[in-house]
């Protein structure tokens, strides 16, 4: 009866053995899967964040385009703008317009607000009685931003 009390408790100690692999393979095995789906959400994220940005370079080689359009549209004498070609060009700007806006395109506003050097170039300081000291009296050039990012920052003149 001795080996069979013996051999008993060596069965229920390789059971016990064989229960805390178990659960160390376990574990182990859901420790990986879990690594494995944040591996799959970073990459996820990264690549869509990649693709976000990847029209980056086409977007900004547009911007000389829409500035050329909005210059094109300044010029026009005001008894030109109701000619059917005028309105086809202004037309083709505000189409222009939505096209980058539905692409994350965003013009930075500036004038009126605090130079932020973030966001906007100085490229003078001038005298003006219109705006306080270090406020954008002037923009040059406008600046665009693609969602959160700068693509292009403003031109602008600061007031003294």
Request: glycine content about 4%.
């Given at each position: 009866?001795?080996?069979?009390?013996?051999?008993?408790?060596e069965l229920e100690e390789k059971i016990e053995k064989l229960k805390k692999?178990?659960?160390?393979?376990?574990?182990?095995?859901?420790?990986?899967?879990?690594?494995?789906?944040?591996?799959?959400?970073?990459?996820?994220?990264?690549?869509q964040e990649t693709i976000k940005y990847s029209s980056e370079e086409f977007l900004l080689k547009l911007l000389p385009i829409l500035d050329n359009l909005e210059r094109a549209e300044q010029y026009i004498p005001r008894e030109e703008r109701e000619k059917d070609w005028v309105q086809g060009i202004i037309h083709i700007k505000t189409q222009f317009r939505r096209f980058l806006k539905e692409e994350g395109v965003e013009r930075i506003?500036?004038?009126?607000k605090k130079f932020d050097p973030n966001f906007a170039e100085a490229i003078e300081r001038i005298?003006?009685?219109?705006?306080n000291s270090d406020i954008v009296a002037k923009e040059i050039q406008p600046g665009y931003k693609l969602e959160d990012k700068v693509l292009r920052p403003a031109k602008v003149k600061v007031a003294k």
């Open positions: 009866m001795s080996d069979k009390k013996d051999k008993l408790e692999e178990k659960e160390e393979y376990l574990e182990g095995w859901q420790r990986a899967r879990a690594n494995f789906i944040n591996y799959k959400k970073r990459e996820k994220e990264r690549l506003k500036t004038i009126g005298e003006t009685d219109d705006y």
